[in-house]
């Protein structure tokens, strides 16, 4: 059985609890980060450098980083979300490279500027998230999911994230197709059961 080491409430745990639900493969889940003071630990670090979660262990595999796990696990269950054919395949991992290397900063400093006072907000941190996804957005018009009508790896690695962009207190524009995308990926038993925890 998998083991997945990382606190329910991380983004980046959740979209893999994302699919595991959706693949219903049996795992195992353990309260593991910063405030459990258990990821520096030599046990922890031995599997994982950067004292970040998640970790997902398969027997002697320990494998990190969250995309990563994502094209581990659908690699090995023969999934339609991770597509055959190469071409079919770039497009959904365009976009989860673009969340990783784009969207991240960004979101991170919306999640430090969400907890503070508007007045103590960075002056452009609302800019810098809308301009991101404007992109999203104006990709995601006319499709019901990030590479068309196939749920792929794309949507599992930016569901959780993008979610909890476009509820933070700010003043975004209404980007209607991430907020239709957003209520479809609700709309699923296993997206449900990722998010649960916040």
Known sequence: MYKLLGRATSGNVQKV?????????????????????????????????????PTLVDGDTVVWESNTILRYLASQHSTPFYPALPGDRAQSETWMDWLLATVNPVYLAGFKDAKKAEADRAPDTAANLAAELKILDKHLSGKAWMTGDQLTLADFALGPIIRRCINFPFDLPEFENIRQWVTRLESRPAFKKAIAAG
């Not at 593991?32 to 979660?53: C, H, S, W």
């Open 17 to 53: 609890i994302f699919l595991l639900e959706e693949l219903d493969i049996s795992y195992e889940r353990l309260d593991y980060g910063r405030q459990f003071e258990n990821t520096d630990t030599p046990e922890y670090l031995a599997m994982n450098p950067t004292k970040k979660v």
